[in-house]
Each structure stands twice: as structure tokens, then as C-alpha cells.
């Protein structure tokens, strides 16, 4: 590490563009275009840096570091930085600024968690993330959107809690926030609370039932940037902190298997699309648990792999959302001949991310799982090869089968038209997804972990044994497509639950709060307002005998001396000589007296 100074950190064009687009007036076309700069300079900065440390800032006797730069946080940057170019441009189309601010403060609260060097500074751009995201859901604007938002930010900020206790107790004990390795064998209770900061963004099981409720109620386009940042950037620190914590490797196998059994359940595409970014992220948090360079560098390829292709996934079902209002397979089919170039480009995202050869998903995923079989942890690898077959029946074959085909020859819907930049942004990512999986190196070439040989996808064995489990789990498929057929339900997993649980606090709450009130009522009733009443009573009282008295008395006092000075004023002189005489001889008397 050195210390240098020429760093453009790539999250400054994102907060500038969001800070500048609400003082644009009207929907003219030219400020949309303004978009992609943020996105451009990200990914010039992100190619052009060097590793170092970069940014450091003297905050109340703290040193906060703003550009940790490293190949681990490289690689993570460039992706984002990518999607980011991708995603702005497939929403070009969009007149909303609020998204587009939005979407702004959402990637820079994610580029900002990959280049801090200390936990404060990570908590300040986490934050940021939760708040972006949070209004990217809001703005569908129906009452689905606002109530999944509201779960979903409530999700967050007890996440967020638990990474601010962590980091907290930590500088208690050790006067230091920084963000480095922590070794399991070392770690103390304040990581235990970092760490399930982590995994509530990494959406560990039973964690995650907030991204299946709160992604598919999002805007069309804000769902493109919430599939790639939320949960990889919560991958990137588990790497960066939790290396080789084996409850993670465990904990990453159920995620695997256990979103791709709920993604074959579902009849919403994208909540299909949203279980199986807890099952691809399985991968990573198990590769991470594992701990070894290749496992390690699967995670960072997949994660890369898996934001490009898991991108494409949710823009074509946005683009099916867009053109027909509905994103529930029951209702769609038939859509083939309408919209074949989205039909061709979803289908270069579902190949890769089952892992078919020659697309990016091949080359990452099998990576984690021969690192996990060379790590001998037979169980994890078989895990991961079972989500493998799910994800190839779930995403590759029902979704686009419902959606495109499903038994109808063609589609009686009347379609709204794609905008152009929506099918540009598509061919962005399906170029980069075929272009990985041809040529891994442009890949691992940044892979961040030294390893004595370098992995090699393409081989005979790897080849087969892909094609052998894809062309099974096809079969499988063909054998029970009546069984999987989207039926119109909504399936609750860890939401019952949490839902119990609400009920039970509730309950908890409510009955006794409740049975007070009754209580205080009743005794208000027969004590409180009796004695109101009596109060009532003997203000009136005194306001008749006492106030009105007094002011009347004194109101009958003014008005008889007023009568008497009236008699006394007769208008003859002689009058006023013997009254003045009179009172002469009473002062006289008076002072002979007191005298």
C-alpha cells in the first residue's frame, strides 16, 4: 500500500448526477443523456487506477479512508461500473428523475462500500445503498411497492443496526475501526454482529425473505440495479473480512439448494429471478466459507459472471413487464413471434447462468464447485451441483417456456413497444456474457488471489460433465412439465415466520396495552369524570358568589358614588362655598384629632 493523491473516486459523478437532476425542468430528452457520464468516468477511473491507498480523511482524530484500492476491490468496481453503463441505459427511455436520482445514490452507495478502508466510512455508503434502493421499490408507486418497501427498509436497518453495534463495540475495545481480515479462530462477539450485518445484504437463509418480497414490486429499471449491487457488494466484504468462516461455506450450500427448490414453486417471474440471486449468491458466500485462493477467486469470478447475466435476466422479464403489464407466467405465452430479440437475449443470460459452455456462468460457477471437491468438502460440491440442475429447469427452460410459448402458437395481447435502449442495454450484457464465456481470461485475468495453477474451464471433463447434468435436469424437465406448471398462489417461505412473530409481539403488546385501557376507562367513568363534574360544579359556584360579587359590588359602588357626585353638582355657587367649607372643617377637625 502507498499513499497517493491523484484518485477519482467513481462514486463522485453518481452523487453529483444525483444532487443536479432535480434543478432540470421538463421531460426533454437532452438531460436523460447525461445519464451515462457518471457511468463512463466510473469505468475510466476504475481501468486507470492503481493499487493504493487513496483518499485518507482526518474526521474528529479518526483516519478514514475513502480508496482502499486493491485487485479485490477492483474487480468489484469494474462490474459495477459496467452494470452501471448498462443499467442507465436501459432506462434511458425513463422520464421519472426521482429514479434516476435514485438509481444514482444506490451505485454510489455500492462503489462506495468497495473502496473504504475502514468500517465507519463503509457504514456511511451502506447506509446510502439501503436509502437508494428503498425509493427504487417505493417508486412503482401502487400499494404492493410501498408495503414491500417498507419491509424491505426495515429489513435493512436492523442489518444496518447490527453493523454499527459491531463496528462500535469494536472501536470500545480496540480503538480502531479498521476494516481488515478477521481470523475465526480470533474473532470476538462484535464481529459475530458485523458478520450478521453481512448476511442480512448477502440474504444468508433465514435471512433473505426480504429480496423475494421487495424485487419484484420495484421499477422496471430499478430492479435491473438492485439484482447487481444489494447482495455483491455484501459478497465483497464476506470476502474481504470473513475468509474461510466455515458457517459461511455451510451456510452458502442451503442458500444454493434451498432458493433454487422455491424458484421452481413460482409462478412471478421475477420473484423467480429474485430466489435465484439467493441461490447464485450461495455460491459465492460458500466459496468465501471455504476459504481456499480457488474457491475465493470462483466467488469473485462468479459474482463478476453472475451481475452481468443475472442483469440481462431481469431486464428481459422487464421488457416482458413493460410490453404486457404482467410479469405472471399463468397469464403470458405465446410471445415468441411478438418479441423474438428478447426471447434471444433472455435466453444468453438463462445459458449462463446454468452454466451451459461458452457463456460466463460456466467458467465462474464450475470454478467454486471443483475448488470445493479440491478442498475436499465432497457434501458442499454436490450441494452446489444439485442447485446447478434447479437453475437449469427454473430459469433455462419453465420461465422462458410459460413466457414465450407455454401450449400457444401466438399471443392475443396487445403489446406496448419496446424503446430501443432497452434492447440496446440487453445486447451490452448478453456481448459481455458470451464474450466471458469464449474468453475466460478477459475474466481471470483480475482475479484478486495468487493460486500455484491457474483454473482451466475448458476441459473434457468439465465440458461433459456439464452437458451431462444440464441435458438431465432438461429431461427432468420434459418428464414434469405438467407438475411445475405456474399456478397463481403465493408461496410463503421464512415470511410465515416473521409474520407469526409479528403476530405474537403483537399480541404481546397489544393484550396488555389493551386490558390497561379497558381499565383506565372504567375508572375515568366512575372516578375521573365524577369528579370533573364535581370540579365544574365548584368553579361555577365560586364564579357566581365569588367573582361575580366582587365585580358586581364594585359595579354598584362606582355607580351610586356616581349618583351622588351627580346631586352634588347643583350649578349654584353658594352650594359649592358651603361644601367647600364644610370639607375645610372636616380636615381641620381631622389633623386637630391626629394631632
Not at 468500517?119 to 455508503?125: A, E, I, K, R, W
Not at 469470478?301 to 403489464?325: D, E, N, P, Q, S
Not at 397469464?331 to 415468441?336: Q, Y
Request: contains cysteine; positive net charge; aromatic residues 16%.
Amino acid at each position: 500500500m502507498i499513499q497517493a493523491t491523484s484518485f477519482i473516486h467513481p462514486s463522485l459523478g453518481f452523487l453529483a448526477l444525483a444532487l443536479a437532476l432535480p434543478f432540470f425542468k421538463g421531460d426533454s430528452k437532452y438531460w436523460r443523456w447525461l445519464l451515462l457520464l457518471p457511468p463512463l468516468i466510473a469505468v475510466y477511473s476504475v481501468f486507470a487506477m492503481q493499487p493504493g491507498v487513496y483518499g485518507t480523511l482526518n474526521w474528529m482524530g479518526e483516519t478514514l479512508v475513502l480508496g482502499r484500492v486493491d485487485k479485490l476491490s477492483i474487480i468489484f468496481a469494474q462490474v459495477f461500473s459496467i452494470v452501471s453503463l448498462i443499467g442507465f441505459t436501459y432506462a434511458l427511455h425513463v422520464k421519472d428523475k426521482m429514479q434516476h436520482a435514485c438509481a444514482a445514490l444506490y451505485v454510489a452507495g455500492g462503489l462506495g462500500c468497495v473502496f473504504s478502508g475502514d468500517y465507519l466510512t463503509l457504514f456511511v455508503f451502506w447506509e446510502l445503498m439501503s436509502i437508494g434502493s428503498t425509493f427504487l421499490i417505493w417508486l412503482a408507486r401502487n400499494e404492493a411497492s410501498t408495503r414491500a418497501g417498507f419491509r424491505y427498509f426495515l429489513y435493512h436497518t436492523v442489518g444496518g443496526l447490527f453493523l454499527l453495534a459491531g463496528l462500535l463495540f469494536q472501536y470500545q475495545a480496540t480503538g480502531s475501526f479498521a476494516f481488515e481480515y478477521i481470523n475465526p479462530a480470533n474473532a470476538h462477539f462484535y464481529h459475530w454482529l458485523i458478520l450478521a450485518g453481512f448476511c442480512v445484504n448477502s440474504a444468508v437463509v433465514p435471512l433473505h425473505a426480504w429480496l423475494p418480497d421487495a424485487y419484484p414490486r420495484g421499477t422496471v429499471t430499478g430492479s435491473v440495479f438492485m439484482s447487481a449491487f444489494t447482495t455483491k457488494t455484501a459478497v465483497y466484504v464476506l470476502c474481504r473480512g470473513f475468509a474461510g468462516w466455515e458457517i459461511l461455506a455451510v451456510a452458502g450450500t442451503c442458500m444454493a439448494v434451498y432458493g433454487v427448490l422455491y424458484a421452481c414453486m413460482e409462478n412471478n417471474a421475477r420473484r423467480i429471478l429474485s430466489y435465484h440471486i439467493v441461490s447464485q449468491v450461495g455460491y459465492m458466500v460458500a466459496g468465501i466459507g471455504i476459504g481456499t485462493a480457488m474457491t475465493l477467486n470462483g466467488a469473485c469470478a462468479h459474482a463478476y459472471a453472475h451481475i452481468l447475466y443475472k442483469g440481462l435476466l431481469f431486464m428481459g422479464v422487464g421488457c416482458l413487464l413493460y410490453a404486457t403489464g404482467t410479469q405472471k407466467l399463468d397469464e403470458l405465452g405465446g410471445l415468441v413471434g411478438k418479441l423474438p430479440w428478447v426471447m434471444l437475449l433472455y435466453m444468453i443470460a438463462a445459458l449462463s447462468i446454468s452454466g451451459w459452455p461458452l457463456f460466463n456462468g460456466f467458467i465462474s460457477k464450475t470454478m467454486t464447485i471443483t475448488g470445493a471437491a479440491e478442498a475436499h468438502r465432497p457434501w458442499l460440491a454436490a450441494g452446489m451441483e444439485i442447485a446447478a440442475v434447479g437453475t437449469f429447469i427454473s430459469v433455462g427452460i419453465k420461465l422462458p417456456y410459460f413466457a414465450f410459448w407455454g401450449g400457444k402458437k401466438l399471443s392475443d395481447r396487445t403489446l406496448k413497444p419496446i424503446p430501443w435502449n432497452m434492447y440496446l442495454a440487453m445486447s451490452m450484457g448478453g456481448a459481455l456474457c458470451i464474450a466471458q464465456g469464449v474468453y475466460p481470461q478477459m475474466l481471470y485475468a483480475y482475479l484478486p488471489f495468487a493460486v500455484e495453477e491457474m483454473y482451466v474451464p475448458w476441459t473434457t471433463w468439465h465440458v461433459l460433465q456439464s452437458l451431462l447434468i444440464l441435458g438431465f435436469s432438461g429431461l427432468a424437465f420434459y418428464f414434469c412439465r405438467k407438475i411445475i406448471t405456474p399456478h397463481k398462489q403465493l408461496n410463503l417461505d421464512f415470511d410465515y415466520f416473521y409474520r407469526l412473530i409479528g403476530k405474537l409481539v403483537l399480541w404481546l403488546v397489544c393484550r396488555p396495552l389493551a386490558w390497561i385501557d379497558d381499565r383506565w376507562t372504567e375508572v375515568y367513568r366512575v372516578g375521573g369524570l365524577a369528579g370533573l363534574l364535581g370540579l365544574a360544579s365548584g368553579s361555577a359556584w365560586f364564579d357566581r358568589k365569588g367573582i361575580d360579587t366582587v365585580v358586581d359590588g364594585s359595579a354598584y359602588s362606582v355607580m351610586n358614588v356616581g349618583k351622588l357626585g351627580a346631586r352634588v353638582q347643583t350649578g349654584r355657587l353658594q352650594d359649592y362655598l358651603g361644601l367647600a367649607a364644610i370639607l375645610a372643617l372636616c380636615v381641620f377637625a381631622l389633623v386637630w384629632y391626629l394631632a
